[in-house]
């Protein structure tokens, strides 16, 4: 006998292979592929060349001049160019930045979610790698929001030049070891938990 199945029943099956697919795209192998660790080292290798868009290297030369007692030298005005110019780019409005937190929030927690809850790989390993990138967006947007009013006050000459790249430096030197000490930890956290997961799951599942 002949069993006739509704549109509606066969566009619910035809669903199913979807989901599944998306369910094995995510479980899919992550620590033990030399490509995923190839993307760790280098996206925290490419962090720390640059400070909010601005060379490490200026960074350093203005540093040295601000040493010297040069508050007025080349270098100097190089950096606060490099930073009138980089600065804008991290302004984030009230409501630009609550939309973007709850966006962060939502994707992190639902990666979080598929990774521990139903350890699912691929999630596990995105959350790994997308936490400490989001904790350093905000830490470069936090840089950038202290930043913006001591170059404002620069050009409009209510602060002195000197001082106000001496502040600038001061900031971005900090900001600089705290990438490095976050980078150092996201890197091994990963390592150890990708080295957990491979006793745990040997064979992938």
């Known amino acids: 006998m002949t069993v006739l199945r509704s ?3 066969k566009d619910k099956e035809a669903r199913v292979p979807q989901f599944d697919s998306l369910i094995g795209f995510l ?3 992550s620590f033990g592929t030399i ?3 190839l993307v760790v080292i280098g996206t925290w290798s490419l962090t720390g060349r640059s400070v909010i868009g601005v060379p490490v290297e200026i960074v ?6 601000v040493q010297a007692g040069e ?3 080349p270098a100097v005005l190089h950096l606060l160019d490099w930073l009138s110019l980089m600065l804008p780019r991290w302004r984030l409005g009230a409501q630009e930045g609550v939309i973007l937190l709850a966006l962060t929030g939502f994707g992190l927690t639902s990666l979080a979610i598929m990774g521990i809850g139903y350890a699912l790989e691929l999630a596990l390993a995105g959350f790994l790698l997308l936490l400490p990138l989001a904790i350093l967006f905000w830490m470069r947007v936090v840089l950038a929001r202290r930043l913006m009013p001591l170059l404002e006050a620069a050009e409009q000459g209510a602060r002195p030049i000197p001082d106000t790249a001496a502040e600038a430096v001061r900031r971005m030197v900090i900001h600089r070891r705290l990438v490095t000490i976050l980078s150092m930890a996201a890197v091994a956290i990963t390592a150890l938990w990708g080295a957990l997961w491979s006793v745990v799951h040997p064979y992938g599942f």
């Open 71 to 73: 508050g007025e030298s």
């Open 35 to 37: 490509w995923y660790w």
């Open 7 to 9: 549109p509606a029943t």
């Open 60 to 65: 350093s030369r203005a540093r040295s001049a």
């Open 27 to 29: 479980d899919s192998r």
